[in-house]
């Protein structure tokens, strides 16, 4: 008798254990105190789909660079926040399609891509400089890699490391009306600026076979790491995070998950039983229903990794998992229902700013980042 309570009584604290939440190492908090705003001008949206906070080489000033895509103009602020200059990008170019993404090399050079003309251009911040076309991404298409496209936004930057660009956008199906065997493959290649050279990275083109993805789920969100020459990528319905090696061209994944939201398994998408439903009404619940992955954010200052990831209930809430530079979870937090993911993010020496949503009737006139700090809980 005496056994069978003991035995009873481990049952119990089995159970119980098991169901206990994980304590993490660290969680993110957000110091009320510590705000960049920005005020706008009649002439400006509260758009941060493409911004970059980037070190102009210039007495050691930081600078947040945003791109109005009404007006094609790149606003620049300073650390306080405030506007000290404006690129006109018709001035710079005169022959360019309209401008979807940016990316500032130093204070004088930076690239534009145009999502309507698909080209990659240098541009330079100097008078009298030619803009020079460096690819148009038709003209690198072939039967071997199929259709590409790419994005370049705050989510999906342009990736740039001695003198090699590196491009990511989503997922397409390869000779999809040519082949029974067509398949998905993900749109990621670098370019050389100096030789002109091209290499097409295969990318995790596994993940797509066999399974139906919502059109969101298509595109791809990655980091880099310039220390350890490595690109990670953030698929939506994946746990595992899938990291590239720029020098030997070797991939690895890591599999980690976010103990809110449960296993991968309660993540996959459908598998395809018969394609002519596919993009039905139920494709769309069931996309809506489960979880899903977002950016992923290397912190240099202190080598860790943020990534975010919604929920799939009604309230879509949002989470944050961080991880070690070896890529092993340390923390998991729930963000406040006023701050928007993937809407505009950027790191300094004192944590990661994310922005803050706007209210019905208030803060129209301004976008309002806040500091969320690393601690140790």
């Not at 930081?62 to 000290?84: S, Y």
């Not at 370019?191 to 791809?220: A, C, G, S």
């Not at 090696?245 to 459908?270: C, F, Y």
């Not at 300094?348 to 949503?357: A, N, P």
Request: glycine share 4%; with cysteine; hydrophobic share 35%.
């Amino acid at each position: 008798m005496f056994n069978k309570k003991i035995l009873f009584a481990l049952c119990l604290l089995s159970i119980f254990l098991s169901c206990k939440k994980t304590r993490y190492e660290y969680h993110l908090t957000f110091d009320d105190n510590s705000k960049f705003i920005i005020s706008l001008d009649s002439l400006t949206p509260p758009d941060t789909r493409m911004i970059q906070f980037f070190d102009s080489g210039r007495n050691s000033s930081l600078r947040l660079a945003m791109l109005n895509f009404d007006n094609q103009v790149i606003n620049l602020h300073d650390v306080n926040g405030k506007k000290i200059n404006e690129l006109d990008l018709f001035k710079l170019d005169s022959t360019s399609s309209k401008i979807s993404g940016f990316h500032f090399i130093n204070d004088d050079s930076l690239l534009i891509y145009s999502e309507n003309s698909r080209n990659m251009k240098l541009i330079s911040c100097r008078k009298n400089f030619r803009p020079v076309l460096l690819f148009n991404l038709d003209s690198l298409q072939n039967n071997k890699i199929g259709q590409l496209d790419i994005r370049v936004t705050s989510k999906t930057p342009i990736i740039y490391e001695n003198g090699i660009i590196y491009l990511t956008g989503r997922a397409m199906l390869h000779n999809a009306l040519t082949s029974p065997q067509s398949k998905l493959v993900v749109s990621a290649f670098s370019f050389d600026l100096h030789t002109k050279k091209v290499d097409f990275i295969p990318m995790f083109n596994k993940v797509w076979e066999e399974r139906y993805w919502h059109h969101e789920q298509y595109f791809v969100n990655h980091t880099f790491i310039p220390k350890q020459h490595k690109i990670i990528y953030s698929l939506a319905m994946k746990d595992s995070i899938i990291m590239y090696d720029t020098q030997n061209n070797r991939q690895s994944k890591a599999g980690i998950i976010s103990e809110e939201l449960g296993s991968e398994n309660d993540m996959v998408p459908k598998k395809i039983s018969n394609p002519s439903t596919i993009g039905s009404y139920d494709d769309l619940v069931h996309y809506l229903d489960k979880p899903r992955y977002g950016e992923i954010i290397f912190d240099k200052y202190r080598e860790i990794y943020y990534r975010f990831v919604t929920s799939g209930n009604e309230k879509r809430d949002t989470y944050l998992i961080i991880y070690n530079k070896n890529l092993k979870k340390i923390g998991e937090t729930k963000l406040p229902e006023n701050y928007l993911s993937g809407a505009g993010f950027f790191l300094v020496k004192d944590g990661l700013f994310l922005r803050k949503s706007e209210v019905e009737g208030q803060d129209e006139d301004k976008i309002v980042f806040k500091l969320f700090k690393l601690m140790k809980s």
